[in-house]
């Protein structure tokens, strides 16, 4: 979404949910913005009571930070999990994380989408 100014429209929104009082909120934000630019997440997350989920660009250590902090209360993985079916089991152990072949993405077929093998 591009605006001229993201913070007040966002807010708005977050605002403008947490008055009807929806449950859950899906945030997307980067984990890992550039410099300079400020993050919003914590913003929503002082003016929305439900249940705030975060995702974009997390990884293992970034997510727990951000569930140890109170910033969220769950995160999402998107490009993790399709080249890591089993990644919930990956993170238990510490284990490598396979990269997923981004050439495959919305291909239409089931290539990169569920070829991609568990830990032995
Ligand atoms: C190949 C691909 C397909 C996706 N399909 C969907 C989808 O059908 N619905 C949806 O809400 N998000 C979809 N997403 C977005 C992810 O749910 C997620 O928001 C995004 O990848 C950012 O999270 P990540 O940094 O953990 O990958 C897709 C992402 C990728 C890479």
Redesign the pocket.
């Known amino acids: 979404m591009g605006d001229s100014n993201l913070e007040q429209t966002y807010m708005f929104a977050v605002e403008a949910l947490e008055k009807k009082k929806i449950g859950i909120l899906h945030f ?1 934000e980067s984990a890992t913005l550039p410099e300079g630019l400020k993050p919003l997440a914590p913003e929503a997350r002082k003016r929305f009571s439900g249940l705030l989920v975060l ?4 990884d293992q250590k970034s997510a727990e930070q951000a569930l140890q902090t109170g910033l969220a209360d769950a995160i ?7 080249s890591n079916p089993d990644l919930p089991q990956r993170f238990g152990l510490d284990a490598p994380l396979a990269t997923s072949d981004t050439s495959t ?2 291909s239409g077929s089931e290539e990169g989408y569920i070829d991609y093998p568990p830990l032995a």
């Open positions: 997307m995702n974009v660009g997390y999402t993985f998107g490009t993790l999990f399709i993405y919305y």
